[in-house]
């Protein structure tokens, strides 16, 4: 996969911090109700990351790190609770320019001070090392970068997985790259994502998880916390276990993690079409009102 080469808009959100629009994925990096409250509700909140953090050590794993809010909102929320908890992180990115770009623009400015420095050096040096913090930003395609990650026998306690939304970046949402990241996860760990897509909670299902809906914040939909054991996540409501009976939960598939954004679509689309599910149409008119036209495709 190519480094993107498209332009990164600058926008700002409602909560005043800003986030960019890119122009190879046609779509914004965050929720525009608030960028850096995303990263606290839907990421740090979701996890109970203030709980975790009170144990001696933590490792976190940033699938997507981008301009590094989820990770500032967690190294934030860490030092504030437990300043001698432990931290290993590693981060995963495809396009070195987003990180330089949130740093040399200020975009970063909001953190505490401790918490920029890491993202400067992060992004500047691709690590940053603390006397409590031990973390490296991995370049490239995360489908391949995650085969190393699983070489440093690394089991996260927690996951932020955030790339762009299934239809405009369907390669990391696929049930082959899904199972290289859960198998990442500590058995008591948690993942968490913005997306309730049918086809994105399949995958995490053929991983091998169990899945519970969460707030995601300043989005119309639930997000996903995906755990090996069920205990303690939300039961899925009725309209979210239907959901998952239809064609949209036919899942992304790429068998050799290395096709193109393209060919994964239209794989899926062929797998829909002979698929024995019902048609996603009867579930849209039972569950969403007339005039609410967008499904969860996030
Ligand atoms: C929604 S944004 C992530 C926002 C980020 N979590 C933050 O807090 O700023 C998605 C990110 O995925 C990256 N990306 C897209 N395709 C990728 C790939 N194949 N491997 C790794 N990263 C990828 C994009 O460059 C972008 O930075």
Redesign the pocket.
């Known amino acids: 996969?190519s480094i993107?080469t498209g332009a990164l808009v600058l926008e700002p959100t409602a909560d005043g911090s800003m986030t960019l629009f890119?122009e190879d994925?046609g779509?914004w990096?965050?929720s525009r109700q608030g960028a850096y409250a995303e990263?606290y509700a839907t990421y740090v909140e979701a996890t109970d990351l203030a709980s975790l953090a009170q144990a001696p050590t933590l490792t976190l794993l940033?699938v997507?790190?981008?301009?590094?809010?989820?990770?500032a909102a967690a190294l934030d929320t860490i030092l504030r609770v437990n300043p001698a908890c432990q931290v290993r992180l590693v981060a995963?990115?495809?396009?070195p320019r987003?990180p330089s770009q949130a740093v040399e623009q200020g975009l970063i400015n909001g953190w505490p001070t401790a918490v920029q420095a890491c993202l400067q050096d992060l992004a500047n040096t691709g690590q940053a090392q603390r006397p409590w913090l031990e973390a490296i930003l991995m370049w490239?395609?995360?489908?391949q970068?995650i085969q190393a990650v699983k070489t440093l026998e690394f089991q996260a306690d927690v996951i932020?997985f955030?790339?762009?939304s299934p239809p405009h970046?369907p390669?990391?949402w696929t049930v082959e790259f899904v199972q290289q990241v859960a198998a990442c996860l500590h058995s008591e760990g948690k993942l968490v994502t913005y997306s309730c897509a049918a086809a994105v909670r399949t995958a995490f299902h053929r991983a091998g998880l169990s899945i519970g809906p969460v707030n995601a914040a300043g989005r119309r939909w639930p997000g996903t916390l995906a755990q090996v054991s069920s205990v303690g996540l939300a039961p899925l409501s009725p309209q979210e276990q239907e959901h998952l009976l239809t064609r949209a939960a036919v899942p992304y598939r790429d068998p050799t993690l290395s096709d193109s954004a393209d060919v994964i679509r239209q794989r899926r689309q062929q797998e829909q079409s002979v698929s024995d599910l019902v048609p996603t149409s009867a579930w849209r008119k039972r569950w969403l009102p007339p005039h609410q036209k967008v499904t969860p495709a996030r």
């Open positions: 996969m993107p890119s994925f779509e990096f965050h990263a940033d997507c790190y981008g301009l590094g809010y989820n990770t995963l990115e495809l396009d987003v490239g395609d995360a489908r970068r932020f955030d790339p762009f970046c390669e990391l």
